[in-house]
């Protein structure tokens, strides 16, 4: 990217650190955490194919993918967040709000794409409050997005009196209906926008400077990127996926509810984090995260069907997490990177 | 002589204007209740409809028995639950009613309301020193299951061929989760051939029952999507042509699990038993052929129980060591006797025994909607 500014003006192709273009270190460190994440993964997959009954099966893993898609779009854009250096808590907020609106729009006999870009657009107001907060003001994106997920959750309450809303027409369910095969139009959904958000992340001006603006946010500035509207830009990104992800839950349970979704945004950031990302951003890319993903709805498949005690599995969950980053960590520093 | 006449018949106008007011005053007193008691009430939450309602319901109920209710809202927080009792003890009322939503902080509001000398009710949860109405989950589970049991003969269902499902909350604790329990243990009762469990041998641990599994307990967090989830992976486990019984603690819950079963194509073989009689509970009750049972706590007469209560309280009654809260578990068959065609209820379930020294208070009585008081 080239910036407007006369003597600051930087490439962020020749951008380097250690003698290591940014984006090739980038994409290397993110590469190696993935890889590591990724053996774990296969570690577990084996794991759960010789102790779950009925996990090695078609069925089930297209189950492990519809109960994914949800937090995997909502993790796309999260991130997209973290990359550039902040992060989403308002979509836990965002995501039911979307669920409520899908619900009673449809409802109401509004077609259903025209719901879903109406949704959106919600999400992605959402997302605009935040990012003029967060860019304009400066605020702390920790306090900023606490504050819009508490308005969103409040919001999403308020429309529907706290009960949950079912669709009046279950033909609105589209996404939670099988594309082919019993994989859902949701999961179809997911696997578009991650390939959208790769390509986007890894070969647009746009993608690249998201990096360097997570990197260091006064060097891009002074490079002439516009670091307002870039950062703004996450956010109504962040919330659009939240939004949409909201309707896909609609889609799948047929209803809108004001209480879906209330942990979405720590596990997309654990996911998106188990994906190579740091929270200090710069860092990070849409397939690690979706390996993240994959990560987090297995284990909950594979306890699931080896019927662990609830409790159990939390602390079982949270030992695995660990172990996975751990696993990653160690990687990178066999790697010579870490 | 003229000015005296005239002045002592201004005099006499005036007396008459004043005892007219006086009248008219005494009259319209006498048509009002009068407000003997004043009661706070601390509500459970008011951010649920449901819940909003019973608080706003403890207000004009007791308005309409002279009784002034200043409402506190909980909300669901045991800080705030401990503040509020303060703030009640502060307004200095005849009686406290506390619905705090919250375990195990019973002693410290209870010393709150001794120290103040204040005579309080607790509602759900159990305070110290103060006399406790609830429902009583256990009736719940053995009602869904006198009703299901004769279904399940009526289809032929064995336990060879079947299975109970109970979606449960492993946070909500025994007293939330012993409904499912109940059920299992009064239907495995019942049920040649199905291993038989007594309600408490059944935790929060025990994930199944029996090889087959007869039982089986997955969390559903008494929520729409944890439920959807846990029933989607339980249904892996299940062969396809098993028959399924499905216990639920609220309709969310059971409106997620449905949402599963349909998905899977499996509702042909279930029957499901949802809770709290809400409108998506009541119309599956009424409509869906698998939704055999509908448990309602009838909430929205709880404040006539309570006020009837406290003034039981106030005038020195005695009280059993829990008053029952209103409740059954509606079938297609009871559904219309107590709800008619709406989503309220129109009439409370007849009072148990231990009731029955509400009466006496004469507050029920201006409701007319409990059978056999008047």
């Known amino acids: 990217m080239s910036a407007s500014g006369r003597e600051s003006t930087i490439d962020v192709k020749d951008a380097s650190f250690r003698g290591v273009p940014l984006r090739r270190r980038t994409l290397r460190e993110v590469g190696i955490q993935a890889f590591g994440v990724g053996v774990f993964y296969v570690l577990v997959l084996i794991f759960f194919s010789i102790e779950a009954p009925h996990f090695l099966q078609y069925s089930n893993f297209a189950l492990i993918l519809a109960d994914v898609a949800v937090i995997g779009i909502v993790s796309i854009g999260q991130a997209i967040a973290i990359i550039s250096g902040g992060f989403d808590l308002s979509v836990s907020g965002t995501l039911p709000l979307g669920s409520v609106a899908y619900a009673d729009l449809v409802n109401h006999g509004v077609n259903y794409p025209l719901a879903v870009f109406i949704v959106i657009l919600i999400g992605a107001g959402v997302g605009v409050v935040n990012g003029f907060i967060v860019a304009r003001l400066g605020i702390n994106p920790l306090i900023t997005t606490l504050g819009t997920l508490s308005i969103a959750g409040g919001l999403a309450y308020t429309i529907t009196n706290g009960v949950t809303i079912p669709f009046t027409y279950p033909s609105a369910g589209v996404w939670g209906n099988p594309a082919f095969e019993r994989v859902q139009w949701g999961v179809v959904a997911l696997v578009v926008l991650a390939v959208a958000g790769t390509l986007v992340l890894r070969y647009t001006v746009y993608g690249r400077s998201l990096y360097a603006i997570g990197g260091n946010k006064e060097a891009s500035r002074l490079a002439g990127m516009r670091v307002n509207l870039l950062t703004a830009s996450v956010y109504i990104v962040s919330g659009g996926c939240a939004a949409f992800a909201g309707v896909v839950i609609a889609s799948q349970l047929l209803a809108g509810s004001a209480s879906v979704g209330s942990d979405s945004n720590l596990l997309s950031i654990t996911a998106v984090i188990l994906g190579g990302a740091a929270l200090t951003g710069g860092v990070g890319g849409i397939p690690g995260t979706m390996l993240g993903v994959l990560l987090l709805g297995t284990i909950a498949n594979g306890m699931a069907l080896m019927q662990v005690q609830t409790f159990y599995q939390q602390i079982a969950t949270g030992c695995v997490l660990l172990v996975a980053v751990g696993f990653g960590r160690l990687r990178s520093y066999l790697a010579g990177t870490g | ?374």
Not at chain 2, 34 to 39: D, I, S
Not at chain 2, 160 to 187: C, H, Q, W
Not at chain 2, 282 to 296: D, Y
Request: some cysteine; aromatic content about 8%.
């Open chain 2, 1 to 374: 002589m003229k000015r005296l006449r005239v002045r002592l018949v201004g005099i006499a106008a005036l007396a008459l204007v004043v005892s007219g007011v006086a009248l008219l005053a005494t009259t319209s007193a006498t048509a009002r209740p009068k407000a003997t008691y004043t009661f706070t009430y601390a509500n459970v939450t008011d951010k649920s409809p449901l819940f909003k309602l019973v608080g706003d319901l403890m207000v004009t109920d007791g308005k309409k028995v002279g009784i002034t209710v200043k409402r506190f809202d909980n909300d669901f927080s045991a800080s705030t639950a401990l503040s509020n009792a303060q703030l009640m003890v502060q307004e200095q009322p005849n009686l406290i009613i506390d619905w705090t939503g919250t375990e195990s902080i019973g002693n410290s509001i209870g010393a709150i309301f001794k120290r103040a000398n204040i005579p309080c009710i607790a509602v759900n949860q159990t305070i110290a020193g103060c006399p406790y109405f609830n429902l009583q989950n256990k009736y719940l589970g053995l009602g869904a299951a006198q009703i299901v049991v004769p279904i399940m003969k009526q289809k032929n269902w064995t336990s060879k061929d079947t299975t109970i499902v109970m979606l449960f909350n492993p946070g909500a604790g025994a007293e939330v989760n012993s409904n499912g329990r109940y059920f299992y243990s009064y239907v495995s009762a019942r049920t040649p051939g199905m291993p038989k469990r007594t309600p408490t041998s059944i935790t929060d641990s025990t994930t199944t029952i029996g090889p087959l599994p007869s039982g089986v307990q997955i969390n559903g967090a008494d929520a729409l999507e944890p439920s959807y989830t846990a029933m989607k992976n339980e249904l892996q486990l299940l062969p396809a042509d098993r028959h399924l019984i499905v216990f639920t603690q609220n309709d969310d819950s059971a409106l997620g699990a449905w949402r599963a079963i349909t998905q899977a194509s499996r509702q042909k073989n279930t029957l499901i038993i949802g809770q709290g009689a809400d409108a998506d509970g009541l119309k599956n009750l009424r409509t869906n052929p698998s939704w055999v049972a509908e448990g309602s706590v009838f909430f929205e007469f709880w404040p006539e129980y309570q006020l009837a209560m406290g003034v039981s309280i106030l005038n020195g009654v005695k009280t059993p060591p829990l008053t029952l809260a209103p409740q059954t578990v509606l079938s297609k068959q009871t559904v219309k006797k107590y709800y008619g065609n709406g989503l309220h209820p129109i009439v409370s379930p007849a009072l148990p025994v231990q009731d029955r020294y509400l009466i006496k208070s004469g507050i029920l009585q201006q409701f007319g909607n409990v059978p056999g008081v008047k």
